[in-house]
């Protein structure tokens, strides 16, 4: 009986050893694999020249959508006269110019983003949870409408175009049409 008990013994352990050995190359092949491997979206940006000018490159910070021209004067659309410093004292001097990055609305314009209205609380908190891993802070604003209740997520306010143009463009790259609203 005994002779019988240590040759199943040494089986177990030969079958545990040879289990380890098989078990540790396929964990080794698998690595291999997975460091050879491209990594998704690397290998499709080009690597920087050394001929680059980063002077003539023009400008990154460049707003995606120009702000929409402002109709000044009445409901014919005609341009309201404009009055000098030196004829009129009392009126202000013109801002200064600014760049076409540095796209401030003056007016007091404010803008929203909406990512969508949904007919469920669940959805909207499930969208408004998607832009939180994207790291924006977002608030659900329920709306009722024709007797449905609408649960608008949104992002804002923001006073300055060149943010929301770069917040548009974040969410177009991961799937999300936001809608710009526009405040007075």
């Given at each position: 009986m005994k002779h019988r008990s240590s040759a199943q013994l040494g089986n177990?352990?030969?079958g545990f050893v040879v289990g380890l050995v098989v078990g540790l190359g396929l964990a080794t092949a698998v690595a291999l694999y997975i460091t050879n491997a491209p990594v998704p979206f690397v290998a499709k940006v080009k690597p920087a020249s050394e001929s680059v000018n980063p002077a003539t490159a023009g400008d990154p910070n460049k707003p995606l959508f120009p702000p929409p021209p402002v109709i000044k004067g009445g409901p014919t659309g005609t341009e309201a006269p404009k009055a000098s410093a030196a004829t009129d004292p009392k009126a202000a001097p013109p801002p200064p110019e600014k760049g076409p990055a540095a796209a401030v609305t003056d007016d007091g314009t404010r803008f929203l983003l909406q990512a969508g209205a949904f007919k469920s609380a669940d959805?909207?908190?499930?969208?408004r949870a998607r832009l939180a891993l994207l790291g924006f802070d977002s608030k659900v604003f329920?709306?009722?409408q024709d007797g449905i209740t609408l649960y608008r997520v949104r992002l804002g306010p923001y006073g300055n175009l060149e943010d929301v143009n770069r917040?548009?463009?974040t969410m177009a790259q991961n799937g999300i049409d936001v809608q710009l609203?526009?405040?007075k």
């Open positions: 177990t352990l030969l959805d909207a908190d499930a969208m329920p709306r009722e917040i548009r463009k609203i526009r405040l």
